[in-house]
């Protein structure tokens, strides 16, 4: 009769057992929604299970192996790839079973993955040994550079101007999605591989170019940068400033009259297409009337447009503008008659995503105009030149007390400096600033 009750308990204890994995079951959806729960879980409980009917003392000695687990389905490509981590990983908990243990249960992870910044960023650029081509200076901006809080943010293999070799239509289309100065965004492919095609010498690929000749024996690259600011005005630094070996300048430069205060001397003059036109336009009443035009003298391209590179063209080969809004404007009266393929070179799209980027990073990113800013032209130009000399001199930008000078040293009344949205002025003079305590570059200030 013992033996009897005995068995009846064990036989009530089984069935009580099951009854409570039954209800957890159907509280936890037990496997989980989405998850594979190996069936050796299911071979573990019913072996226990029918060893206790078998021998209330517990299961055999020796159980049988568990059977092999099912491989979890594999994601197809109308499924979403952001599947859950590994149950056994991070983002993951366990639920407990009585008689089971804990089996692990996903949870969605708290953030997406994958970068977290907008598409249109575009933080990568293209490595090239035709990058910017360093001399034998000791007391250079790359040596001078990893010393300070800018070592991170400089990349040495960047190249700073487009030629032939980049127009491969690997990078086309890489480069179609980033609109303006930044990428290829609506210049067809035809219209690109005809002006890169012109610019295929070691001219167009380096933009101090002729520095063999030019050094007389220094070792190190000297650039003065020039821009158009009143600080200007009356300062009496052109001597010094055609000093230097190489000596850049931009749109509106007006050298005529002068000459005291910013030199005579231009070796490069950046500029985009629709800045030049605008400078003619505007500035023609204070004196320009055009680039400067000499033997020395590069035209370094800032691209934002097709109209750029149907401008280069046409320079390049001595023909008129074949379509846009120059069309049948012969380049010749803008570059000289001496200009040919190469003196002219070409921003590349990446060196000017790069600046915005690292440097020129400004909250009209996150606004509606993000598309249309970029770093402006003197920037621009700035900034490729500490990417290229060795030692650099700012003249002519902006400095904490800007609202002392009128905007343009030949301003003939006092006109005050215009922000607009496709330029952050403020956080260029910032830069600025920052660069000159480096010891990166040196920077004209009256005060």
């Not at 033996?3 to 037990?30: D, E, M, P």
């Not at 989405?34 to 060893?51: D, E, K, Q, Y």
């Not at 034998?136 to 040495?156: E, K, N, Q």
Request: aromatic residues 10%; proline residues 8%; contains cysteine.
């Amino acid at each position: 009769m013992s033996a009897l009750r005995k068995k009846l308990f064990v036989g009530v204890g089984t069935v009580s057992v099951l009854l409570c994995v039954y209800f957890l079951c159907l509280t936890v959806q037990w496997p989980p929604v989405g998850s594979t729960v190996p069936l050796r879980t299911f071979h573990f409980l019913a072996s226990r299970i029918s060893s206790s009917l078998q021998d209330p003392q517990g299961p055999p000695e020796n159980p049988p192996p568990p059977a092999p687990s099912r491989a979890a389905p594999t994601p197809t490509a109308n499924r979403p790839q952001n599947r859950s981590q590994d149950a056994s990983g991070p983002g993951s908990k366990s639920v407990g079973i009585p008689g089971v243990g804990k089996v692990p249960q996903t949870v969605r992870p708290t953030r997406p993955a994958g970068p977290t910044e907008p598409p249109f960023i575009g933080d990568s650029y293209m490595s090239d040994d035709d990058g910017p081509r360093r001399h034998d200076c000791s007391d250079s901006i790359p040596a001078r550079v990893r010393t300070t809080d800018f070592g991170g943010r400089f990349l040495d293999r960047l190249p700073v101007l487009q030629w032939f070799k980049h127009a491969t239509p690997e990078q086309y289309q890489r480069l179609r999605q980033y609109p303006g100065t930044h990428g290829w965004g609506g210049l067809d492919y035809n219209t690109l591989v005809e002006t890169l095609s012109l610019l295929n010498s070691s001219a167009n690929r380096q933009m101090l170019d002729d520095w063999t000749a030019r050094s007389n024996g220094s070792a190190c690259t000297r650039c003065a940068v020039v821009g158009n600011g009143g600080i200007l005005r009356n300062s009496q630094k052109g001597k010094e400033i055609d000093g230097h070996h190489y000596v850049f300048r931009t749109n509106g430069a007006i050298i005529k009259g002068f000459e005291q205060d910013v030199g005579a001397r231009t070796t490069h003059y950046i500029f985009s297409t629709n800045t030049l036109m605008n400078s003619m336009r505007s500035y023609r009443g204070a004196g320009y009337l055009g680039p400067p035009v000499s033997k020395e003298t590069r035209y370094v391209f800032l691209p934002d447009h097709d109209r750029d590179y149907l401008l280069a063209k046409a320079a390049a080969t001595h023909t008129l503008v074949t379509r846009g809004p120059e069309k049948n404007k012969d380049p010749l009266k803008y570059f000289g008659e001496d200009v040919s393929a190469a003196k002219l070179k070409m921003f590349h799209p990446d060196f000017i995503r790069y600046l915005r980027n690292r440097f020129i990073r400004s909250n009209a990113l996150k606004t509606k105009y993000k598309d249309i800013y970029r770093p402006s032209t003197g920037a621009a130009m700035l900034l490729a030149a500490l990417h290229t000399c060795d030692q650099v001199s700012a003249y002519g930008f902006m400095t904490p007390d800007y609202k002392n000078y009128s905007d343009h040293y030949y301003d003939s009344k006092f006109h005050p400096v215009a922000f607009y949205i496709n330029h952050d002025l403020r956080l260029e003079m910032a830069l600025w600033q920052q660069l000159h305590a480096a010891g990166l570059l040196r920077l004209y200030m009256r005060s």
